[in-house]
């Protein structure tokens, strides 16, 4: 009665279970003894999905209005927290960072929202709406927590979680990528011009800004 594999992502809840979603399910199967544990989503089919083998920690959303994203256990199967943000309609993509208790997730159509969560405290710490840009992939960097990596069908952007006691902001930086031939094109250095060289033959380079309009 719950078979199949999506396309959805999959991960390990474990050494050695891995956990997916299946319809209305986040199925675990025991690599080694074979054996398969349900958890079934009440409220209707699986949306964006989840796991973090460190804290043995899943989190899910459910597809309806106003989505909701719960927080499970494992192998416990207890309901930790439920997550409440401004989404409409869905959550396309969620992501554990590999230390601390964040959550990082991101809403579809109307919003677009990326958000970063405490889900110990149930707490949103900030968020960036993008309009008309579709994730593909979101992930945490595995030695800071304060860094997102987030892809689209076109570019990468490296999201900075700026922290400041207790406010959070989210700082963009789009990562340049190759061209069709392979070149990745020079920075533009909005300080120094772009024939700035290390030993000038013909003097100092100057700041842009200092350049008078004489040769």
């Known amino acids: 009665w719950v078979q199949g594999f999506s396309n ?4 390990f809840i474990n050494n050695q279970t891995a956990c997916y979603p299946c319809g209305n399910y986040i199925l675990f199967l025991d690599i080694e ?3 398969t544990t349900v958890l079934q989503c009440e409220t209707g089919q699986v949306g964006a999905f989840a796991a973090n083998g460190n804290s043995q920690v899943l989190a899910f959303s459910d597809r309806k209005l106003n989505p909701i994203i719960y927080i499970y256990t494992f192998p416990e199967l207890n ?3 439920e997550l409440k943000g401004n989404a409409q309609l869905d959550y396309t993509l ?3 960072s ?3 208790p964040y959550l990082a997730s991101y809403s579809s ?3 677009f929202v990326l958000s970063v969560w405490n889900w110990q405290e149930n707490r949103l710490l900030c968020s960036e709406s993008q309009p008309g840009v579709t994730a593909t992939s979101l992930s945490f960097n595995p030695m800071n927590w304060q860094q997102l990596c987030f892809v689209n069908e076109s570019s990468i952007t490296i999201w900075h979680i700026e922290k400041n006691n207790d406010e959070h902001h ?3 930086n789009p990562v340049k990528l190759p061209d069709e031939q392979g070149s990745v094109s020079p920075q533009e250095d909005l300080f120094f ?6 030993d000038p033959y013909h003097g100092p380079d100057l700041p842009v800004s200092a350049v008078a309009g004489l040769v």
């Open 193 to 198: 011009p772009v024939t700035r060289s290390e």
């Open 170 to 172: 989210l700082k963009r």
């Open 94 to 96: 969620l992501a554990f």
């Open 98 to 100: 590999f230390t601390g």
């Open 109 to 111: 159509i109307p919003e």
């Open 79 to 81: 309901k930790l927290t």
């Open 33 to 35: 003894t074979k054996k």
């Open 8 to 11: 959805k992502n999959f991960g």
